[in-house]
C-alpha cells in the first residue's frame, strides 16, 4: 500500500498549472530574500568606506549620477525599496494563488468523494452515521490543502532557502557560518522536545471537537424525545462540559506552542548574539567586512525562520493526516452496486407484456454467514397485484430492495422481463420502478418539485394530475402557497397522511410499469388510510405491484398472497384459498379480526 500522502498527492494532479505558479513565486520570493541585504552590503562596504564599486557593479557608474557618493546612496536605498516590495508582491501573489488552488483541491475532494459516497451500498450507509460521513465529505477533505499548501510547499520553500542562504554565508566567511549553524541543533533537540506535546494537545483538541459536534447533531436530531423525556438540562451539561474540556485542550495546545516558540527565540537571539560577538572580532581582525558582517545578520533571521517552520510541519502533517484516514477509508470502501462492464439497458417491451419480475433461487443476507433469505422462488406476472406479509424480521423489505439493485443476491438472481438485472444499467433499471416507502421522504422543496423529483421536467398540469389522483390536490392547494410551499425540513409542516400522499403522487408521475410499495399506509390512521388506499388503487392500475402490507384490508385486494416467515417463503394464494389452508395466514387473519392464535411475533394493526 502506497502512503496516504502519495495516495492524496494524486488530487494535486489536475491543479499542477497553479501549483507550478505557486513554487515558480517561491523561488522568486526566495532569490529576493537573498538579495535584499545586498545593496546594503555594497553601500557600507564600498560607498561609505570610500572605496569604488568591485567589477561587477561598475555599471552602476553609468547611472544617472555618474557614481557620486550621493547618487549612489539613493541608488542602493532605491533598490533596497524594489526588493522588498518586489519580495511583497511575489508572496502576496503566492498567498492568492495558493488560496485558490487549495480550497479548489479541496473541494473537488470532497465533490468526488461526495459522488463516491452517493454509489456506495446501502448497507454501508445503514451502518454509518450520517453527520459522521457529512464531516469527512465537507470538512475532512481539506486535508489535500493541508498537506500541499501546509506541508508541501512550506517544506520546499524551507530547504531551498536553508541551502541558498547558507551558501552564500559559506563563501563569505566559513568558520562564522559555522557559529550560525550551531544553533540548528539546539533548534532540532527543541523540535523534539516541543513536538509531541504540540501534536498530543492538538489531536486532543480536534477530538473533543469531533465530540461536540456529534452531541450537539444527535441531541437536535432527536430533539422530540428529548424534549418528551425531560432531558434537555443533561444534554445541555454534557455539551458545556464538553465545549470547557475543549477550552482547556485548547489552552494546552497553545501553552505548548508558546513554549515552544519562547525556546526557538532564546536559541534565534543567542545564535545572533554568537554570530554578532565571532563576527565582530572577524572585522576587527580584517577578515571580514562590515557589510558581509551585515548581510550575516540579516540572513540569521531568514535561516531561522525556515528551521521554525519545519518544526511547526511536523504537525501539519499529523492534522492532514488524521483527515486524510478518514477520507481514504471511504475511498477505500468499494461495496456498492455499480453498473457491470457492458450492462445494457432494460429492452422496452410492449405495454401489458412489460412488469415481469422473478426471483430465481435467491439467498442474501446483510453480514456474511447470516444469511437473510434462503433460495426465494418467486414470479410476479406483468400486471399482477401481489402482497407480501409476515411476520416482522421475516425479510419481506429485503426481498423488494433486491428488485432496484439496493443489493446483488448471494446467490440465484432477479429477473425483470426476463433480463437478469445484474447486467443491466441501473439508470435504466431504476427508471422502470416507482418505489413507496413506510416513511415517506421530502426534500426541503417546493410541493410541486417533491411530486416531480422523479421527472424533474414534468409540466405543472401533469404535477397536478398526479395530485389529484393521489388525493392530494386538496390539502396541497390549502397550503400558503399552493404547490409551491416549500415543506419544511423532515415534512414537519404536514401529516403523515398527507406526506405519505405526496410520496404516491410522486410514485405516480414517474409512471413506472413496476411498484413496490413497503408498508405504505401502516402509520395512518383508519381514515387517512382510506384515502391513501383510493389513491393507491388508481396507482396501481395496469402495474405490477408488490405491497408490503400488515392490514388485510390492504392484503385482501391483491391479486395474490405471498406469506414469507424466517427468509423463506411459507405459502402463496389467494385470500380465501390461503384461509380455508389454515396455515399462517390464516393465523394472521385470526388475530387481526380478533380470534385468538398462538403465533407469536406478528403485527397486530387496528
Ligand atoms: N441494513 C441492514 N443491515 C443488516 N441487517 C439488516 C439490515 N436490514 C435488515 N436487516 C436484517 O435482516 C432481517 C430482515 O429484515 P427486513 O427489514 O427485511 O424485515 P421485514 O420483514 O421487512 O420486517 P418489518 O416487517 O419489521 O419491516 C432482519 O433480521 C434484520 O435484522
Ligand atoms: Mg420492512
Known amino acids: 500500500m502506497r502512503p496516504w500522502w502519495l495516495r492524496l498527492s494524486r488530487y494535486a494532479i489536475p491543479h499542477w498549472r497553479g501549483l507550478s505558479c505557486i513554487v515558480l513565486l517561491m523561488f522568486a520570493g526566495i532569490a529576493l530574500d537573498v538579495l535584499k541585504p545586498w545593496p546594503m552590503k555594497l553601500l557600507v562596504d564600498y560607498v561609505l568606506a570610500g572605496r569604488s564599486l568591485p567589477s561587477a557593479a561598475a555599471w552602476m557608474a553609468s547611472l544617472p549620477g555618474q557614481g557620486s557618493a550621493g547618487a549612489l546612496v539613493a541608488w542602493f536605498t532605491l533598490a533596497t525599496i524594489m526588493l522588498f516590495l518586489a519580495g511583497w508582491a511575489a508572496r502576496i501573489t503566492q498567498a492568492y494563488i495558493q488560496a485558490g488552488v487549495g480550497s479548489r483541491m479541496a473541494y473537488s475532494l470532497g465533490a468526488e468523494l461526495f459522488s463516491h459516497l452517493q454509489g456506495l451500498s446501502l448497507r454501508f450507509h445503514g451502518r454509518r452515521p450520517t453527520g459522521d460521513l457529512v464531516k469527512r465529505v465537507t470538512s475532512d477533505s481539506s486535508c489535500v490543502r493541508a498537506l500541499v ?12 532557502s536553508l541551502v541558498t542562504m547558507f551558501a552564500v554565508m559559506w563563501r563569505l ?33 480536534l477530538q473533543l471537537e469531533g465530540e461536540m459536534m456529534s452531541t450537539a447533531e444527535q441531541t437536535l436530531r432527536a430533539l422530540p424525545i428529548v424534549q418528551a423525556f425531560g432531558r434537555e438540562q443533561q444534554q445541555d451539561e454534557r455539551y458545556s462540559t464538553l465545549g470547557r474540556r475543549t477550552g482547556q485542550a485548547y489552552l494546552r495546545a497553545v501553552g505548548a506552542q508558546l513554549g515552544f516558540r519562547i525556546g526557538a527565540s532564546s536559541i534565534t537571539a543567542l545564535g545572533t548574539a554568537m554570530v554578532m560577538l565571532v563576527g565582530g572580532f572577524h572585522v576587527l581582525r580584517g577578515s571580514l567586512s562590515v557589510g558581509s558582517l551585515l548581510v550575516f545578520l540579516s540572513y540569521l533571521a531568514s535561516l531561522y525562520s525556515p528551521l521554525e517552520t519545519l518544526a511547526y510541519l511536523s504537525s501539519g502533517f499529523v492534522a492532514a493526516a488524521a483527515g486524510a484516514q478518514r477520507v481514504l477509508e471511504v475511498w477505500d470502501t468499494q461495496e456498492g452496486v455499480r453498473d457491470l462492464p457492458g450492462a445494457r439497458p432494460l429492452p422496452l417491451r410492449p405495454p401489458g407484456q412489460r412488469g415481469h419480475v422473478q426471483w430465481e433461487k435467491v439467498a442474501f443476507g446483510y453480514e456474511p454467514g447470516r444469511p437473510v433469505l434462503h433460495n426465494i422462488d418467486l414470479e410476479v406476472r406483468p400486471g399482477e397485484t401481489i402482497a407480501l406479509v409476515g411476520p416482522t424480521g421475516a425479510g419481506k423489505s429485503t426481498l423488494v430492495s433486491l428488485v432496484p439493485r439496493f443489493f446483488d443476491p448471494w446467490e440465484g438472481r432477479v429477473l425483470i422481463d426476463g433480463v437478469d438485472i445484474r447486467g443491466v444499467q441501473l439508470a435504466s433499471l431504476r427508471s422502470r420502478l416507482a418505489i413507496v416507502l413506510q416513511e415517506p421522504f421530502l426534500f426541503a422543496l417546493t410541493v410541486a418539485e417533491n411530486i416531480a423529483y422523479g421527472r424533474p421536467d414534468a409540466h405543472r398540469s401533469e404535477i397536478e394530475a398526479a395530485a389529484v389522483a393521489a388525493n392530494a390536490d386538496e390539502f396541497i392547494r390549502k397550503l400558503p402557497s399552493g404547490y409551491d410551499t416549500v415543506i419544511g425540513e423532515r415534512g414537519a409542516t404536514l401529516s403523515g397522511g398527507q406526506r405519505q400522499r405526496i410520496a404516491i403522487a410522486r410514485a405516480l408521475l414517474k409512471d413506472a410499469p413496476i411498484l413496490i410499495l413497503d408498508e405504505p399506509t401502516s402509520a395512518l390512521d383508519t381514515h387517512t388510510e382510506w384515502q391513501v388506499l383510493e389513491a393507491l388503487e388508481r396507482l396501481m392500475q395496469g402495474r405490477t405491484t408488490i405491497i408490503i402490507a400488515h392490514r388485510l384490508s390492504t392484503v385482501q385486494r391483491a391479486d395474490r398472497i405471498v406469506v414469507l416467515k424466517e427468509g423463506k417463503i411459507e405459502e402463496t394464494g389467494a385470500h380465501q384459498d390461503l384461509l380455508e389452508k389454515g396455515g399462517l395466514y390464516s393465523r394472521l387473519h385470526g388475530l387481526q379480526v380478533g380470534r385468538p392464535a398462538p403465533e407469536a411475533g406478528w403485527r397486530v394493526s387496528s
Open 149 to 160: 499548501i501546509n506541508v508541501f510547499v512550506p517544506l520546499l520553500t524551507s530547504l531551498v
Open 173 to 205: 566567511d566559513r568558520s562564522l557560518s559555522l557559529v550560525a549553524l550551531a544553533a540548528a541543533p539546539l533548534l532540532g533537540l527543541l523540535i523534539r522536545v516541543f513536538a509531541r506535546p504540540m501534536q498530543e494537545r492538538m489531536n486532543e483538541q
